[in-house]
């Protein structure tokens, strides 16, 4: 296991960041401590969670649920030193969750103390934003995003707000440092700027989908990255099971996302079929294991902070930490070139 420094902080966290959305629904806690340990002791050191979790499905009776998990996990253990805990303020939109607002400085007071709680930790090491009030265009929302109905009288100021009271979490010794989640290049550089002018907490990371199906990151987030220091986070490397071939054909394996979810979030659409096809015949052709390789894929990106792996079975999650052991042969890498100039955005 490599590590990288998140941002400027200092922090260091493990290449791959265990997820934990799953908790709770289709993971009992039982199962959960035992994916921590194992992933533990291979070299990770990174949760990452969130007070929405668990996701599968979302539900007003589970929430919060995961972050409790995982607080009953740290007392167990007693391994709060060894661990980089990150979870994240929810957004607008969920009725059960401060009555579905936009994200405000006193929603991010009752939400931070509420995971502290469940936690069982009096810190978090990075609290992340989980998506901005002004909208965005992940979770498939790029068919109909438009940012020019965004009310630019409104979100600088309520930017500003925010990270004043994320600056007053950090002095307050509640977190150590900050992060985005599902935004945009102008999103993160407003909140750097901000930072600067203001000396207030700069934005160490940002989390967003990133896979060999969607990597809108490469344009002008990975830019963003290389000179300002924020790496990604990348979650859904395999694009919700997808890209393990799992659902091939019209497959759904009893008890899988797919199962549950309906259509993993949008992405379970037939123009999906013929990428996935593709990138696991690529896979089988030179002997990989296809999660492995579209995780592996994930890693050597430049950009790349950690890369967040989420496993229903410890099946699941052996095959995807054998991924840090694997370096794709430039075969491999041109095979994925190919595949993503025929199937650029196929959800």
């Not at 260091?12 to 629904?25: A, D, R, Y």
């Not at 030193?81 to 994200?103: E, F, H, M, Q, S």
């Not at 930017?159 to 509640?174: N, S, T």
Request: charged share 20%; aromatic share 8%.
């Amino acid at each position: 296991m490599r590590y990288n420094t998140l941002g400027r902080t200092g922090i260091k966290v493990s290449e791959i960041c265990l997820g934990t959305m799953t908790w709770g629904s289709q993971n009992s806690t039982a199962e959960a401590h035992e994916q921590l340990d194992h992933a533990f002791e291979k070299g990770v050191n990174f949760i990452d969670t969130a007070e929405l979790y668990p996701t599968t499905p979302l539900s007003s009776e589970t929430y919060g649920n995961t972050e409790s998990i995982i607080g009953e996990w740290l007392t167990k253990r007693g391994r709060r030193d060894d661990v980089v805990l990150a979870t994240k303020v929810a957004g607008p939109g969920r009725p059960y969750i401060r009555d579905g607002g936009p994200t405000t400085p006193e929603g991010i007071d009752q939400a931070i103390d509420a995971s502290l709680k469940r936690l069982k930790t009096d810190y978090v090491d990075l609290y992340q934003i989980h998506w901005p009030n002004r909208g965005h265009y992940h979770f498939r929302n790029a068919w109909s995003y438009d940012p020019a109905k965004q009310d630019k009288a409104h979100v600088a100021g309520d930017l500003k707000a925010i990270l004043d009271k994320l600056g007053d979490l950090v002095k307050a010794g509640k977190v150590r440092a900050v992060g985005l989640s599902n935004d945009t290049a102008w999103g993160t550089m407003k909140f750097i700027n901000m930072a600067e002018q203001h000396g207030l907490p700069r934005v160490a990371s940002i989390q967003n989908e990133y896979n060999l199906l969607y990597r809108a990151y490469d344009l002008d987030l990975s830019e963003l990255s290389h000179h300002e220091d924020v790496g990604l986070l990348a979650y859904s490397p395999l694009a919700a099971g997808l890209l393990s071939g799992k659902y091939l054909d019209g497959a759904k394996p009893k008890g899988s996302r797919l199962a549950i979810n309906g259509d993993l979030g949008g992405r379970f659409t037939p123009h999906q079929e013929p990428a996935v096809a593709g990138y696991v015949a690529l896979a089988r052709e030179h002997g990989i294991d296809p999660s492995q390789m579209a995780i592996a894929f994930c890693l050597a990106r430049p950009f790349m902070a950690s890369v967040i792996i989420g496993a229903t079975s410890m099946e699941q999650l052996k095959t995807d930490l054998g991924a840090v052991d694997l370096k794709l042969s430039q075969d491999v890498i041109n095979g994925i070139r190919r595949l993503h100039r025929l199937y650029p955005m196929p959800i």
